[in-house]
């Protein structure tokens, strides 16, 4: 999870940030599986969330934060997301911890969970 949330990151954020200031996003993506047809049943998942950004020797801390986890079962589109209580709880210890990585040259390295 800690992965997508990186690479969503490094593809669309201009990594051009003051060093002075965190920067807050929302953020939300989802991931569906079966056929895209009318009619037939689909699973997923969506995620959403704030992120956190901030940036010193070019090094980035990335944490998200307010994360909610909604899940989808059912027949496309008729049914609708509904909210994993279970699921957040249970992902949400491991969401909680930032991320640090290096970015240089187009390019992410060093990256490490930052567990308390």
């Known amino acids: 999870m800690r992965a997508v949330v990186l690479t969503l990151f490094l593809a669309f954020v201009a990594p051009h940030f003051n060093p002075n ?3 807050e996003y929302k953020y939300e993506t989802s991931l569906l599986s ?27 801390m990335l944490k998200l934060e307010d994360a909610e986890i909604l899940e989808y079962s059912g027949n496309w589109p008729n049914s609708s997301y509904k909210r994993a209580e279970k699921l957040t709880s249970a992902l949400a210890k491991e969401l909680i911890f930032p991320i640090k990585f290096a970015y240089k040259a187009r390019s992410c390295a060093d990256h490490e969970c930052v567990c308390h």
């Open 34 to 60: 079966g056929l895209p047809e009318k009619g037939l049943a689909r699973a997923g998942l969506k995620l959403r969330g704030k992120v956190l950004i901030s940036a010193a020797n070019e090094m980035y």
């Open 21 to 23: 200031e965190i920067y």
